[in-house]
């Protein structure tokens, strides 16, 4: 296993556009995490997955963003109608679940990131 | 939103010194977690400290939490330039889901 893959690492777009990121996640974790992340500041949670269920999303989210899990596999999250204001290194992670009875459980690895500027 | 705030905010230090970060929280939470970022790249995670534990050990990590400030430090001994990164306190708060939610960072630069 590789860890978390993120694709693509670059995105340039024009503020209008839709964009799609997509994440590979370790193959045997159960839950997946998207976070946005500025210059200066620390992650941002957007959203999570366990298995094909979107669990939870965050209020500050704006309804341009939309996310999904279809196999309970890789994810992707989409953003339309980019504004420049969407700049960001935009990051998924995955983990295991299960509390304190499985090793490393709730502990994520994250994946290098989608850098997405918006001109 | 951020739950953490990191203190300080910028951290210089000379290689083979000590160095300590300090996170403070505003909920109750199941667990602490550290993190690095390295410039431009993802997070690495650290060491993990549950809410009934009050010291964890890592190599030459050592994690103290305590609830009842709503804190804990991060303390990196024999500091190395390999250290140089932003570090990032995580809480997962009780209640809240599964999700972590970080602090505002702690950027740390070891000189040679």
């Known amino acids: 296993d590789t860890g978390v893959s993120q694709d693509p690492r670059h995105k340039i777009t024009k503020r209008g556009q839709n964009v799609t990121f997509r994440c590979d996640p370790i193959s045997e974790h159960n839950r997946l995490y998207w976070y946005r992340q500025t210059l200066g500041q620390g992650p941002e949670f957007l959203t999570y997955f366990q298995n094909e269920a979107q669990l939870e999303k965050s209020r500050l989210l704006s309804d341009r963003f939309s996310a999904e899990r279809p196999k309970g596999s890789f994810s992707t999250l989409e953003i339309q109608r980019t504004e420049q204001g969407d700049s960001a290194m935009y990051l998924c992670?995955?983990?295991?679940?299960?509390?304190?009875?499985?090793?490393?459980?709730?502990?994520?690895?994250f994946g290098a990131g989608s850098r997405l500027t918006v001109l | 939103s951020q739950q953490g705030e990191e203190d300080p905010q910028a951290l210089s230090i000379q290689e083979g010194e000590n160095a300590t970060m300090n996170c403070s929280y505003k909920?109750?939470?199941?667990?602490l977690q550290w993190y690095r970022q390295n410039s431009g790249r993802g997070l690495v995670h650290l060491i993990l400290?549950?809410?009934?534990?009050r010291e964890k050990h890592s190599g030459r990590l050592r994690v103290t939490l305590d609830t009842s400030k709503k804190s804990s430090s991060l303390l990196i001994t024999a500091s190395r330039a390999a250290d140089t990164a932003s570090y990032f306190c995580?809480?997962?708060?009780?209640?809240?889901?599964?999700?972590?939610?970080f602090g505002t960072g702690t950027q740390l630069k070891v000189e040679l």
């Open positions: 400290i549950r809410s009934n534990e």
């Open positions: 909920t109750s939470i199941n667990n």
């Open positions: 992670a995955s983990s295991l679940s299960g509390g304190q009875r499985v090793a490393g459980a709730n502990v994520l690895t």
């Open positions: 995580a809480t997962a708060a009780t209640g809240g889901g599964n999700k972590l939610t």
